[in-house]
């Protein structure tokens, strides 16, 4: 894409009053742009981001046999009552508003209680289970207050799986593979070294759920790591006995401030038997459907990515996830008409070649340019100028390290 | 995918309430579940439906030059009051909701406010125009009667665009591009042919808006059809003086219901001028920027290919939007080892080969089989059963004519 045809530009200032890292860079680069405190729109630079992630983590929830739906925001007060989380003083997040003719409706702040009682109409019978439904789909959040930029917010993307079992052992071997497929989301998302599986506590049906925690000085919480077996406990489960439990060695924890990018958690029956999602065993008797629910925020993932990943000048994406994988730089002075064309060529070059490019075409000073770049942080940067002589000046966001390559060497190297 | 697996079902029996064919056919067959009047949730296959239709008007906008973008659901009411569109009685189809701290909210029902107002702080120059920029989104609507299963609901996704341009003239000439480009999606959906570019009444900018209406029994519009010149008007605008204006005869038109199932609309300077979206010219005059919105509803568009292209059996989706391209039938009775391998073995052949299979591996009758492909309406019908004698009955479902081929020709045929 042209960058003097791209809408959003990078902002020379954002507003102060959110000073989190991700909130600055990913507005000053022309990623998201703030509606109101904790309301996002995502341009076009950050909705490329975005869907990058999703897609991620799309293609891990159908390897576990995950099918995907959507369901509804608009929330229907009466299947809330049956699981005794439709009053305020109960659920506190709630946004609520009214039909015409009066009648409440909720906003969907989760969504176990709509699948629950959809699921009831598709699973009556042990041959109908497992299934294991996931959507990604907007949660609205009524927080007092949001902060820290993409970070806690009060409308975003959630993918949220729900797992549907016979018994606590199918639940316990699907949360394990779900855990894994999680910890590979991170992997590819390019966060996986800083990323922990987190004992958490659990609930009634589970003694621990599992949080997944990315060290990160900007985090909200604080956990305590166990850096060689790659695993951590949070600050509600920091307990001797407990830790005893995990084999894990009060003087081998780190403690760290963290951001917590996914959770699991077992939920056994406490949403199937209140909406009566039961099936029928071979014998001809009937049970509660067993479980779990997985979360994951797209968004707050990527707000972790900038937190973790960026430096002075801007962000560095993940090649994984980075809105385009080349910014490439036409460095054309007033006189530089032969570097004009050269850009084109190589721009072309790319296109024809199915890379996914960002082409600085824009009449800006070269200072101008460079540094939009590195705020931008697409992993790879090519400049054509004067100086670069009929070739290319090729150069990683996270190194200082350049080199000359003619087109055909740049194309080579980017569809590695 | 395998339908074994697949955890939504054809159901016998949907609720009556809602006799519209839409909702019975995607109901019963399992592409949508209806979690109150006017809300849906999408099921597995719904879901690809939906995500096709979408793909579709994605490259279509883009071939425009449009840019994707998402905005917020949670709207600030400041700017509508500067549009004068928050007040209830100005506009009646508002959810309201509320902040923790009380403070007003409403949810998106339309985007031209928070859209004008974020554009303003990336266009300032004539050299920031033209501007085509789009979403994929959430709106509600808070109807006072929901009806005709997708075709009015109360939640629903929507693409709106906005065009951002200088002049009259330019917001002209785009006007026009995109109405091609919905009639293409409308072409490549499957309901070109009965689609109609339809004059309908404007606004202070100019005389006339276009509707794109589909000629359907189940259409809530009245509209008149030259089906010559394949236009037509709706009823605001079936006046003498501008039938005559339009170059038409009303003897040459047929009057018809319909679905509207996208419209474009010419807003000239009426959000940008009270929203401060103001662009500077060559002289360094400031002017407001001219404004156009344009709208397709993906399950609108949905509802409206079943509402067309269904039979007495069930769906007949178009081969670009359809869940899956061929529906492959395991006919297994009892004794049956031979044709359960030989399906799977099609299965796999198809599935490396790249194309989109729903295989029914069930243990359920033929009869019960057929009805449900029936029902389910992919493009084309695989049957692998004792008669068919190691090859397949192909058959489309569109048509009672059966052949039977070789996994080799079964490939090729849907790989065209």
Not at 109 to 129: F, G, N, Q, V, W
Not at 158 to 166: A, G, P
Request: hydrophobic share 35%; aromatic share 10%.
């Amino acid at each position: 894409m042209r960058q003097s045809q791209l809408f959003s530009k990078t902002l020379k200032n954002v507003a102060k009053e959110d000073q989190s890292i991700n909130a600055q860079l990913l507005e000053r680069g022309g990623f998201v742009y703030k509606n109101m405190a904790g309301v996002y729109s995502f341009l076009p630079l950050g909705l490329r981001v975005l869907q990058k992630i999703i897609q991620i983590i799309r293609e891990e929830m159908n390897a576990i046999g995950g099918q995907e739906v959507t369901l509804n925001s608009l929330q229907d007060p009466e299947i809330w009552k049956k699981t005794d989380r439709w009053n305020d003083e109960k659920v506190d997040i709630w946004f609520k508003t009214k039909l015409k003719n009066n009648a409440d409706l909720g906003l969907g702040y989760t969504h176990e209680e709509p699948l629950t009682e959809l699921m009831s109409h598709y699973i009556s019978s042990h041959k109908d289970l497992p299934a294991y439904v996931y959507q990604f789909q907007t949660k609205f959040r009524n927080e007092l207050r949001a902060k820290s930029g993409l970070l806690r917010v009060r409308e975003f993307v959630m993918k949220d799986l729900y797992s549907f079992t016979k018994t606590p052992e199918e639940l316990e071997a699907f949360y394990e593979k779900a855990a894994e497929a999680y910890l590979n989301v991170f992997r590819r998302a390019g966060i996986g070294d800083v990323t922990y599986r987190t004992f958490a506590s659990g609930g009634v049906f589970s003694k621990f759920s599992d949080e997944f925690q990315t060290v990160c000085k900007a985090g909200e919480d604080v956990v305590y790591l166990d850096r060689k077996k790659k695993i951590a406990v949070n600050k509600e489960v920091y307990e001797d006995d407990i830790l005893e439990e995990l084999g894990l060695n009060k003087k081998d924890l780190e403690e760290a401030k963290a951001i917590e990018v996914g959770n699991i958690f077992k939920l056994g029956t406490r949403f199937s038997e209140p909406l009566g999602l039961l099936y029928t065993d071979e014998q001809g008797k009937r049970h509660p459907v067993v479980m779990g629910s997985y979360g994951i925020g797209p968004g707050r993932v990527m707000a972790t990515i900038v937190e973790v990943r960026s430096d002075e000048k801007g962000i560095v994406w993940p090649e994984s996830v980075a809105p385009f994988q080349v910014h490439l730089l036409g460095l054309t002075g007033k006189d530089d008409q032969a570097v004009g064309k050269e850009s084109e060529k190589v721009y072309k070059t790319l296109l024809d070649s199915g890379i996914e490019v960002l082409y600085d075409d824009r009449q800006a000073s070269a200072g101008e340019k460079f540094a939009d770049s590195d705020l931008i942080g697409i992993p790879w940067r090519a400049v054509v100028s004067k100086k670069t002589d009929g070739k290319i000046e090729l150069k990683k966001r996270n190194t200082d390290k350049t080199k000359l390559v003619s087109t055909q060497e740049l194309v080579k190297t980017l569809k590695k």
